[in-house]
């Protein structure tokens, strides 16, 4: 990291106070998005970025592949949790042992990369993580809901549009559970995510740095102050690969059922959940509070089903048909 960006932003501490937070952002907000990638890459353990290989993701994950850090430096992000399993082969790793078992070299790319797959992306999104894990020759870790390999058997325990019957329970079962599992199997810290302030909405007022009330994780937005254009500009400079409905007209891309060109030219969300007051997945909501209705939801469900199953029960069974038989 150039010895600029280290002293200007230089007083991470994870324990730090709302008012380090927001001496930090007042800093960030002064650097570009490259600087804020470095300082990231270097000040910030367990550090991984989150993508559905939107427009923003895809920079940043250009950005981090063009930062080269030293090996110094690098045994400060992926610090090895305390392992007296450990093999000879994983403890020479040392410093970046952690990543190295989990499949990534991070020589190359240090910035684990997950992808969330709810089972309901356009072929186009899918076609692209491929061509970006091929670009850039780094791995991806998918994570899809939980005991599902595909939409039939998510449907199979959940049913068919489950996103029409009962939202808050899709978006959880599909990207927060998932999320969350990402992030405790990778042992993360800090999460790059692909939000701007330009997305309007919630994110109008994003910080470029945020922090997780009850868990601690830190939110990394480093393109919070680009527009689209910004963006769009940056993939066409560096022929960084993007999805294919960017050329149909999509702005903001998710699951193919709530995702529509957008509608509005000054609103690039405008084509997500049409229709609906709905203006979130659940990703970047509050996760207790989001986890809480998802189980009080479930509990709702349970207890409807077995007044139902009593209710059946109490029944007595119907009379047989009477079968007359003529002589
Ligand atoms: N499926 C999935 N997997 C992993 N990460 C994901 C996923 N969906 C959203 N994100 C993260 O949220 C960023 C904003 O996404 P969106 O604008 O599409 O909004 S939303 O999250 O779907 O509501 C998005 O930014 P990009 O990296 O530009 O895709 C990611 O950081």
């Given at each position: ?7 200007q932003?230089?007083?991470?501490s ?13 800093k960030?907000?002064k650097?570009s998005?490259e600087k804020?990638i ?13 993508t559905?290989?939107g ?6 994950l250009?950005?981090i592949?063009r930062?080269h ?12 949790p305390a ?15 952690h ?8 020589q ?26 091929d ?6 870790k998918v994570y899809k809901?939980l005991?599902?390999e ?9 049913g ?15 990207k927060v ?17 692909g939000?701007?302030r330009?997305?309007?909405g919630d994110?109008?007022?994003l ?16 393109l919070?102050?680009w527009?689209f254009?910004q ?6 400079a560096?022929?960084v690969?993007?999805?294919a409905?960017l ?7 998710g699951?193919w059922?709530?995702?529509?060109p957008a ?9 997500r ?7 979130e997945?659940?990703?970047?909501v ?6 809480a209705?998802?189980?009080a939801?479930q509990?709702?469900k349970?207890?409807?089903?077995a007044s ?10 119907s ?9």
């Open positions: 990291m150039p010895e600029s960006t280290a002293s932003v230089s007083s991470f994870t324990t730090f106070t709302p008012a380090h937070l927001k001496f930090i952002n007042a960030l907000e650097l998005p804020i470095e300082w990231a890459m270097i000040s910030l353990p367990g550090l991984i970025q989150t559905a290989f427009p923003t993701g895809l920079v940043i250009d950005m592949n930062i850090i030293d090996q110094q430096s690098a045994a400060n992000v992926h610090p090895t392992s007296s399993s450990a093999s000879e082969d994983e403890s020479d790793d040392n410093d970046d042992g990543f190295k078992k989990a499949g990534y070299n991070t190359r790319h240090p910035v684990p990369l997950i992808f969330i797959d709810t089972l309901y992306h356009f072929q186009e999104t899918l076609d692209l993580a491929q061509q970006v894990q670009h850039y020759n780094i791995p991806l809901p005991n599902c595909t939409t039939a058997e998510f449907e199979s325990q959940y068919q549009q489950l996103w029409e019957t009962d939202d808050l329970s899709y978006d959880y079962l599909v559970e998932p999320g969350r599992r990402a992030y405790q199997e990778l042992n993360a810290q800090a999460v790059i995510s939000r701007r330009s997305q309007k994110r109008a007022h910080d470029i740095l945020e922090i997780e009330s009850g868990t601690g994780l830190l939110k990394l937005n480093p919070a102050t527009s254009q963006v769009w500009t940056y993939l066409r560096y022929q690969p993007f999805n409905l050329d149909q007209g999509y702005r903001s891309i699951d059922h709530s995702t529509k509608t509005n030219p000054d609103d690039e969300r405008s084509g959940w049409e229709g609906k007051q709905k203006t997945c659940g990703l970047h509050d996760y207790f509070k989001m986890r209705e998802f189980q939801t509990k709702k349970q207890a409807l089903l139902r199953d009593a209710a059946a029960a109490a029944t007595p069974a009379t047989p048909a009477t079968v007359v038989v003529q002589a």
